[in-house]
């Protein structure tokens, strides 16, 4: 038994050895058939070929995508521009080349140690771009002097413009050549002279609007000359990318900011998350930092203290300050700890553990329910709630309404911001929480960190009754969104308070009401430093005169129309005083804008 | 008793092994422009080393090797892992790690080792129980955790070469067709899924490996100048040192993946021919002893070790005749670089090994 068991294993073995050994031999045999067809069938052409060594490969750069706003204008666009190019197999010397073309455009040393440094880098027969943008008077004249210019040629190549500068700029971003360690990463073709995007959707969208490159196989004879072209594959220009901002509102914004030092606008339709406006100041201009030479501009984007390369839309961190309160609100109502007529008192001021609280109102809001509170933005009322709510639940909603987190808009870099818990100063900070930084927290302060977009998207959940909006930047279909009723009761309570912000005499924005179109909102005055009680007592720390770092953040969040929420809106004013003064009446000039707009 | 073992060693398999080895040496002389130096004379000194190394393998106690398959398995898997995990800290891919100062590629040392997993594990089962599912479960993740470490390098080829060698081997042992073609539906069904495992940035490495058009200049023209090498050689080619290379000057991996395109110039048709012909004499002497070998054990081992060689040669031709796409595999023992090598000759080690004690009756733990 156990033999024949044996024997068969045998068996099998030999016989799928043997069939085995047969499959490899053919296989090599292909291989075989292959070479002898290579080396033996069309010997003869690729001996020519070898002899003259006269093939070569040449790249087509495909043309960039172009880039467009929701109403198809052009935001991102092409320029035929004329570049100066380098063959260093075309020289007899690079040296004598770039002498002679000296005569015709100024090369300082650095440049031609540059160029000379990149000959040894790339393949001999590569061409090397060395000038880019040339003015027509120079082109000209090298052109009539082709003949005394070894290795050196003319060609056309197109130049990314951004016809509306500085208003895109942290959206789009830029491109600019890759560096050496960009190079190796994937989705980026390894041509070293073709752009890339760095920054904005330039860059997280760079795989489609880069397009597809295309190459001439050509015949060379040995001085030069092309003599046929063999083959070619044109390049295909990388897709065309439809945005959701609307360009309008988009520079509206812009320079409506442009009255402040810095600061940031975002507008979502809330319907279908559109984002229509994302703005941010102070910008820069795309244009200046891709045409060469950019070095002073460049030192004068690195050296401005307000840093215009950040988009303080996703990447600025405020404390949300008072427009935290609807969350906080939210939490307590949704877990119990007062129901919507619940009323606290405010004097002004309450005491916890050592210290006092301050509302920002000296001699308090009197009896507050929670509609009040924030129509009048009482902090005191907020100290009470959060106080027995515990950080844990306010941190539980505020994740909900879409705060802490980064959202899938393509845009590269945001910052997540802080949604502070117990577990989180655990785990970041190593030490325990204290009740009074609870406190803090409910009103928007302390360790609480949001980014101005995300107030425009927690903003926009509140608005929608709990439809978790997903903002995209791409124009979109209609899109359904995940309705979440977990909040819905609540969400009435507070939006009838945001209504009463804007909408009636007591609220802290009335002065920014429209009349045809009613909107709804909430204020915010964020501090930047605590302020002492010697300062508090001579009532002089909100004087306008403060020096600028010192003042306070403005911000505005809102929605319209107050009944049927079509549009949500942050507006966040750096160092700009209080939200009621300065950011309310910005959100008010767009709402108007838009509504004006007739979308 | 050792130098009775050292009589009976298999020399035409050594012979077969140094031979392959000069053509190597020969042709990275003549890449480096008719100088020892940087290729040659290391690519020498290293045969004799590793020759060194696998005359002690074949030597040691083959139920040494037996006993500690799974051991050397899983050690070769731990490297493996490893390089994985020093990629990830130092931002950046990697395939290598030191080891006593060699550069070693521990995906090819693993290839090595899944054969000796595979070869014990069938070694020790039933032939009856070879055909239940039940018992594919263990050799199938043998084959797939190191598949899965190699493809996040990503390393296609390599991890082609991996499936290839495990199917080989289990076709061997008598696995059903049915279940290979079945095996084959699933993979493909299970790569999006398999997709959604991984992380987003090992995943955009595979894709923008698999997609060569974000390097249309370096693949195309790579093949334009080794078909052009190749095909200039002729019949008889143009003499040894006297390749004009000026094309193959563009080639990054002439004294590696591209070795065969520069043979093919210098000696033509009948020296390619003459490298295939000594590589199909090299894999019939492992089937040879794997045929007359009376254990399972060295039965598998032999051929594995063959089917891997098959793989390397096959898939390097092809890639340099343009059969294949150019997924960098190198030419045993005529191509440089001493990862590869070291592990072929540890396996050839082992074959001779097997030659040794063909007449064993059984391997068994007891």
Same mark, same amino acid.
């Given at each position: 038994?156990?033999?024949?068991?044996?024997?068969?294993?045998?068996?099998?073995?030999?016989?799928?050895?043997?069939?085995?050994?047969?499959?490899?031999?053919? $296989?090599?045999?292909?291989?075989?058939?292959?070479?002898?067809?290579?080396?033996?069938?069309?010997?003869?052409?690729?001996? #020519?070929?070898?002899?003259?060594?006269?093939?070569?490969?040449?790249?087509?750069?495909?043309?960039?995508?172009?880039?467009?706003?929701?109403?198809?204008?052009?935001?991102?666009?092409?320029?035929?521009?004329?570049?100066?190019?380098?063959?260093?197999?075309?020289?007899?010397?690079?040296?004598?080349?770039?002498?002679?073309?000296?005569?015709?455009?100024?090369?300082?040393?650095?440049?031609?140690?540059?160029?000379?440094?990149?000959?040894?880098?790339?393949?001999?027969?590569?061409?090397?771009?060395?000038?880019?943008?040339?003015?027509? @008077?120079?082109?000209?004249?090298?052109?009539?002097?082709?003949?005394?210019?070894?290795?050196?040629?003319?060609?056309?190549?197109?130049?990314?413009?951004?016809?509306?500068?500085?208003?895109?700029?942290?959206?789009?971003?830029?491109?600019?050549?890759?560096?050496?360690?960009?190079?190796?990463?994937?989705?980026?073709?390894?041509?070293?002279?073709?752009?890339?995007?760095?920054?904005?959707?330039?860059? @997280?969208?760079?795989?489609?609007?880069?397009?597809?490159?295309?190459?001439?196989?050509?015949?060379?004879?040995?001085?030069?000359?092309?003599?046929?072209?063999?083959?070619?594959?044109?390049?295909?220009?990388?897709?065309?990318?439809?945005?959701?901002?609307? $360009?309008?509102?988009?520079?509206?914004?812009?320079?409506?900011?442009?009255?402040?030092?810095?600061?940031?606008?975002?507008?979502?339709?809330?319907?279908?998350?559109?984002?229509?406006?994302?703005?941010?100041?102070? #910008?820069?201009?795309?244009?200046?930092?891709?045409?060469?030479?950019?070095?002073?501009?460049?030192?004068?984007? *690195?050296?401005?203290?307000?840093?215009?390369?950040?988009?303080? +839309?996703?990447?600025?961190?405020?404390?949300?300050?008072?427009?935290?309160?609807?969350?906080?609100?939210?939490? %307590?109502?949704?877990?119990?700890?007062?129901?919507?007529?619940? !009323?606290?008192?405010?004097?002004?001021?309450?005491?916890?553990?050592?210290?006092?609280?301050?509302?920002?109102?000296?001699?308090?809001?009197?009896?507050?329910?929670?509609?009040?509170?924030?129509?009048?933005?009482?902090?005191?009322?907020?100290?009470?709630?959060?106080?027995?709510?515990?950080?844990?639940?306010?941190?539980?909603?505020?994740?909900?309404?879409?705060?802490?987190?980064?959202?899938?808009?393509?845009?590269?870099?945001?910052?997540?911001?802080?949604?502070?818990?117990?577990?989180?100063?655990?785990?970041?900070?190593?030490?325990?929480?204290?009740?009074?930084?609870?406190?803090?927290?409910?009103?928007?302060?302390?360790?609480?960190?949001?980014?101005?977009?995300? =107030?425009?998207?927690?903003?926009?959940?509140?608005? +929608?009754?709990?439809?978790?909006?997903?903002?995209?930047?791409?124009?979109?279909?209609? &899109?359904?969104?995940?309705?979440?009723?977990?909040?819905?009761?609540?969400?009435?309570?507070?939006?009838?308070?945001?209504?009463?912000?804007?909408?009636?005499?007591?609220?802290?924005?009335?002065?920014?009401?429209?009349?045809?179109?009613?909107?709804?909102?909430?204020?915010?005055?964020?501090?930047?430093?605590?302020?002492?009680?010697?300062?508090?007592?001579?009532?002089?720390?909100?004087?306008?005169?403060?020096?600028?770092?010192?003042?306070?953040?403005? *911000?505005?969040?809102?929605?319209?129309?107050?009944?049927?929420?079509?549009? %949500?809106?942050?507006?966040?004013?750096?160092?700009?005083?209080?939200?009621?003064?300065?950011?309310?009446?910005?959100?008010?000039?767009?709402?108007?804008?838009?509504?004006?707009?007739?979308? | 008793?050792?130098?009775?073992?050292?009589?009976?060693?298999?020399?035409?398999?050594?012979?077969?092994?140094?031979?392959?080895?000069?053509?190597?040496?020969?042709?990275?002389?003549?890449?480096?422009?008719?100088?020892?130096?940087?290729?040659?004379?290391?690519?020498?000194?290293?045969?004799?080393?590793?020759?060194?190394?696998?005359?002690?393998?074949?030597?040691?106690?083959?139920?040494?090797?037996?006993?500690?398959?799974?051991?050397?398995?899983?050690?070769?898997?731990?490297?493996?892992?490893?390089?994985?995990?020093?990629?990830?800290?130092?931002?950046?891919?990697?395939?290598?790690?030191?080891?006593?100062?060699?550069?070693?590629?521990?995906?090819?040392?693993?290839?090595?080792?899944?054969? $000796?997993?595979?070869?014990?594990?069938?070694?020790?089962?039933?032939?009856?129980?070879?055909?239940?599912?039940?018992?594919?479960?263990?050799?199938? $993740?043998?084959?797939?955790?190191?598949?899965?470490?190699?493809?996040?390098?990503?390393?296609?080829?390599?991890?082609?070469?991996?499936?290839?060698?495990?199917?080989?081997?289990?076709?061997?042992?008598?696995?059903? =067709?049915?279940?290979?073609?079945?095996?084959?539906?699933?993979? &493909?069904?299970?790569?999006?899924?398999? =997709?959604?495992?991984?992380?987003?940035?090992?995943?955009?490495?595979?894709?923008?490996?698999?997609?060569?058009? +974000?390097?249309?200049?370096?693949?195309?023209?790579?093949?334009?100048?080794?078909?052009?090498?190749?095909?200039?050689?002729?019949? !008889?080619?143009?003499?040894?040192?006297?390749?004009?290379?000026?094309?193959?000057?563009?080639?990054?991996?002439?004294?590696?993946?591209?070795?065969? !395109?520069?043979?093919?110039?210098?000696?033509?048709?009948?020296?390619?021919?003459?490298?295939?012909?000594?590589?199909?004499?090299?894999?019939?002497?492992?089937?040879?002893?794997?045929?007359?070998?009376?254990?399972?054990?060295?039965?598998?081992?032999?051929?594995?070790?063959?089917?891997?060689?098959?793989?390397?040669?096959?898939?390097?031709?092809?890639?340099?005749?343009?059969?294949?796409?150019?997924?960098?595999?190198?030419?045993?023992?005529?191509?440089?670089?001493?990862?590869?090598?070291?592990?072929?000759?540890?396996?050839?080690?082992?074959?001779?090994?097997?030659?040794?004690?063909?007449?064993?009756?059984?391997?068994?733990?007891?």
């Amino acid at each position: 038994m156990f033999y024949s068991e044996q024997k068969k294993q045998i068996t099998t073995y030999n016989r799928r050895t043997f069939f085995l050994f047969l499959l490899k031999l053919s $296989l090599f045999t292909a291989v075989g058939w292959r070479i002898y067809n290579i080396q033996i069938l069309d010997s003869s052409k690729y001996e #020519t070929l070898s002899k003259k060594n006269q093939i070569d490969l040449e790249i087509i750069f495909p043309l960039r995508g172009k880039i467009f706003d929701r109403n198809n204008i052009l935001i991102a666009d092409n320029e035929k521009v004329y570049d100066v190019y380098l063959i260093p197999e075309n020289t007899k010397s690079i040296n004598n080349t770039l002498n002679s073309l000296s005569k015709f455009i100024d090369i300082d040393f650095a440049k031609r140690r540059k160029i000379i440094q990149l000959t040894s880098k790339v393949k001999k027969f590569e061409k090397i771009k060395i000038f880019e943008n040339i003015s027509w @008077s120079n082109l000209e004249k090298i052109e009539t002097n082709k003949y005394n210019l070894e290795g050196i040629f003319i060609a056309e190549d197109h130049l990314r413009i951004y016809p509306y500068k500085e208003v895109f700029s942290h959206l789009l971003g830029y491109i600019s050549k890759p560096n050496q360690k960009e190079l190796s990463l994937p989705f980026i073709s390894k041509m070293p002279n073709l752009d890339i995007g760095k920054e904005g959707l330039e860059k @997280s969208f760079n795989p489609l609007l880069v397009g597809k490159a295309g190459q001439r196989e050509i015949e060379v004879n040995s001085s030069g000359r092309v003599i046929r072209e063999i083959s070619k594959v044109d390049s295909i220009q990388g897709k065309e990318l439809h945005l959701s901002l609307d $360009l309008r509102i988009q520079e509206y914004a812009v320079n409506l900011l442009q009255s402040y030092r810095a600061g940031s606008i975002n507008v979502i339709n809330i319907k279908n998350g559109e984002i229509l406006c994302m703005a941010s100041t102070p #910008t820069y201009d795309p244009n200046k930092i891709i045409k060469k030479p950019n070095k002073e501009y460049w030192d004068s984007i *690195l050296s401005n203290s307000l840093s215009p390369l950040t988009n303080r +839309s996703l990447q600025g961190l405020y404390s949300p300050g008072s427009t935290f309160k609807m969350i906080v609100a939210i939490a %307590a109502l949704k877990y119990g700890v007062i129901s919507s007529k619940s !009323t606290h008192s405010c004097s002004g001021k309450i005491e916890f553990g050592d210290r006092l609280y301050h509302c920002w109102k000296t001699n308090g809001h009197g009896k507050m329910d929670v509609t009040n509170a924030i129509t009048q933005s009482c902090d005191v009322f907020f100290y009470e709630i959060s106080k027995k709510l515990g950080i844990d639940k306010i941190a539980k909603v505020a994740e909900d309404f879409g705060l802490g987190q980064i959202f899938d808009i393509s845009m590269p870099n945001q910052k997540k911001g802080i949604i502070p818990s117990k577990k989180w100063k655990k785990t970041t900070l190593g030490e325990s929480w204290y009740a009074g930084e609870t406190l803090i927290s409910g009103i928007g302060q302390g360790f609480v960190l949001t980014s101005p977009f995300q =107030l425009a998207v927690m903003t926009s959940i509140i608005a +929608s009754d709990g439809k978790i909006v997903e903002p995209t930047i791409l124009k979109s279909k209609n &899109i359904n969104f995940k309705t979440n009723s977990k909040y819905s009761d609540e969400i009435k309570i507070i939006k009838k308070a945001m209504f009463n912000v804007v909408n009636i005499n007591k609220g802290t924005a009335f002065k920014s009401r429209l009349q045809d179109v009613k909107f709804s909102g909430k204020t915010g005055t964020s501090q930047v430093r605590s302020i002492s009680l010697s300062e508090r007592e001579s009532d002089e720390f909100r004087k306008k005169e403060q020096e600028w770092k010192k003042r306070d953040h403005a *911000l505005f969040v809102g929605y319209i129309p107050y009944d049927d929420p079509q549009y %949500a809106i942050s507006v966040i004013i750096e160092h700009g005083g209080s939200g009621a003064s300065t950011a309310a009446p910005i959100a008010k000039q767009v709402f108007n804008y838009i509504h004006k707009l007739n979308l | 008793m050792i130098f009775q073992k050292l009589k009976n060693l298999n020399y035409l398999l050594i012979f077969l092994l140094i031979l392959l080895s000069f053509i190597g040496a020969a042709g990275l002389y003549s890449a480096a422009d008719g100088s020892y130096q940087p290729w040659a004379s290391r690519h020498l000194i290293r045969f004799y080393v590793f020759l060194l190394i696998a005359i002690v393998i074949s030597i040691i106690d083959i139920k040494l090797i037996y006993k500690y398959c799974y051991l050397l398995f899983i050690i070769s898997l731990l490297l493996l892992i490893s390089v994985e995990v020093i990629g990830v800290l130092g931002k950046g891919a990697t395939r290598w790690i030191r080891i006593f100062g060699l550069s070693i590629q521990p995906s090819e040392i693993v290839k090595i080792t899944i054969i $000796l997993a595979l070869a014990k594990f069938y070694n020790d089962i039933k032939f009856e129980n070879v055909k239940k599912i039940s018992y594919l479960f263990f050799p199938f $993740l043998i084959l797939i955790i190191p598949f899965i470490f190699v493809v996040i390098q990503p390393d296609l080829g390599t991890s082609l070469s991996i499936i290839t060698l495990g199917i080989f081997i289990l076709f061997i042992v008598g696995i059903r =067709l049915w279940k290979f073609i079945l095996g084959f539906i699933a993979t &493909i069904i299970s790569i999006p899924i398999l =997709l959604q495992f991984i992380k987003p940035y090992q995943r955009e490495r595979i894709i923008s490996f698999l997609n060569p058009e +974000s390097d249309p200049l370096g693949q195309g023209y790579q093949l334009i100048q080794s078909k052009i090498a190749l095909g200039s050689g002729g019949s !008889t080619g143009k003499g040894f040192l006297q390749g004009t290379q000026s094309y193959l000057e563009y080639l990054p991996e002439k004294q590696t993946d591209f070795i065969f !395109t520069l043979i093919g110039e210098e000696f033509g048709f009948l020296g390619t021919i003459f490298i295939i012909f000594l590589f199909v004499l090299l894999i019939a002497v492992c089937y040879f002893i794997s045929f007359k070998c009376f254990h399972s054990f060295g039965k598998i081992l032999a051929l594995g070790v063959a089917s891997n060689i098959f793989i390397y040669v096959f898939m390097n031709i092809a890639m340099v005749s343009g059969l294949l796409p150019v997924v960098g595999i190198p030419l045993p023992l005529i191509s440089y670089g001493g990862s590869v090598m070291l592990s072929i000759m540890i396996s050839m080690g082992l074959v001779l090994n097997v030659d040794l004690n063909y007449n064993l009756k059984k391997l068994n733990n007891a």
